[in-house]
């Protein structure tokens, strides 16, 4: 099953060093029955778009809870696994691994461009509201979703991270 990992900069630096993934809970996002019941008319390609959004999504409360110098990036691990297991009733596209994630199963990056700063700290800073239901508070949470992560191959990861230190 493809599964999206969702993590800060600072989680991305640690992936990279210890060259495996350990999601937060155990906790990724994939096409699960919840989410194809809900887009029943969706194909497979649709589906991972809508759990890729569904992690790029929890990085923003993985941001609201990490330290205040934390860069304002969501970031998306896609990585191919065997074993993991469908969070029935939980969020549509929520699934649980047992351990970490090696990184010969990483297929891709999913990262927010320096444009995208801005939005997701507004995001960032009313995520919990929205989450609860406020319509102001959804709408920036949906201005940092509209806005696309741009794709790296594992091999391009470490070279992103240098490029990034050295410009800020």
Sequence with gaps: ???????????????????????QGGIVFGVTDDLRQEYADADDEELEYLALSDAARA?????????ADEPPMRVVIAADVTDAES???RDRAAARVAGPVPWKQIASFHVDGAE????????????????LG???????????????????????????????????
């Design 1 to 23: 099953m493809r599964v999206y990992i969702p993590v800060t900069f600072s989680g991305l630096r640690t992936v990279v060093t210890e060259r495996e993934v350990r999601p």
């Design 59 to 67: 990085c923003l409360r993985l941001l609201a809870a990490a330290p």
């Design 87 to 89: 969070i029935p009733h």
């Design 116 to 131: 995208a700063g801005d939005v997701v700290r507004a995001a960032v800073d009313v995520i919990y509201e929205a989450d």
């Design 134 to 168: 406020d319509d102001d508070a959804e709408f920036a949470v949906g201005s940092a979703q509209d806005m696309d992560l741009a794709w790296y191959a594992p091999g391009e990861i470490a070279y992103l991270i240098e490029d990034l230190d050295s410009s800020g």
